[in-house]
């Protein structure tokens, strides 16, 4: 599954919102926690990622759905409730890019640097450690690091930090110097 999530106007104001509860309670690492886990499990079930996205399951049923998910996998109540609201105001599909915008604002209230590494086959564990020592020394931070494989990349990285994108992959190299010789 191709995770090129973005934020909605949605997503980012359910993200606000949950983020400012979990603050006010204290438990920001748990629901955090929570949230990507879920993002996991959306990533590895089909059944999970059909629940959410198709529009054959009323909003009653997706909500339900996301709850019982939520109480087997042990969530926090806030977080079992956030994912019953959403899905009940018909924006369960809107709930990656909430995810997303949450971790962004945990992180930045955190004082600390994201970075999403997509490569085309999965990085060891020397590749990954090369990548995040590269990325601390440009950014003078160090960053928390998530990876995921893309094989359409065919080969290199892209790295996004924030609303940066640094694309060292074959692919856009490829597409480049396709229209590099199409102008010609």
């Known amino acids: 599954m191709a995770d090129e999530t973005k934020a909605t106007d949605a997503g980012q104001r359910y993200a ?8 006010e309670n204290g438990n920001l690492a748990k629901v955090e926690a929570d949230l990507k886990s879920l993002k996991a499990m959306i990533a590895d079930s089909a059944d999970l990622r059909r629940l959410i996205a198709s529009p054959a399951f009323s909003a009653e049923d997706k909500g339900k759905g996301l709850v019982a998910v939520a109480v087997k996998a042990g969530f926090d109540m806030l977080t079992t409730k956030f994912l019953g609201l959403a ?3 018909g924006r369960a599909g809107d ?15 955190r ?7 997509v ?13 995040q020592t590269a990325l601390a020394q440009a950014l003078g931070k160090t ?12 080969g290199g990285l892209k790295v996004r930090v924030g609303s940066r994108l640094f694309d060292a992959s ?11 010789l199409k102008r010609a």
């Open 16 to 23: 606000q919102s949950l983020f400012e509860l979990t603050i």
């Open 87 to 89: 899905a009940s105001n």
């Open 95 to 109: 709930l990656l890019g909430a995810i997303s915008a949450f971790v962004e604002l945990s992180a930045k209230h």
């Open 111 to 117: 004082g600390v640097v994201t970075a999403e590494v």
């Open 119 to 131: 490569s085309a086959t999965a990085l060891s564990a020397a590749q990954l450690k090369g990548v």
């Open 143 to 154: 960053p928390e690091v998530s990876t995921r494989v893309d094989p359409t990349l065919l």
């Open 170 to 180: 074959l692919r856009s190299k490829l597409d480049s110097l396709k229209f590099a």
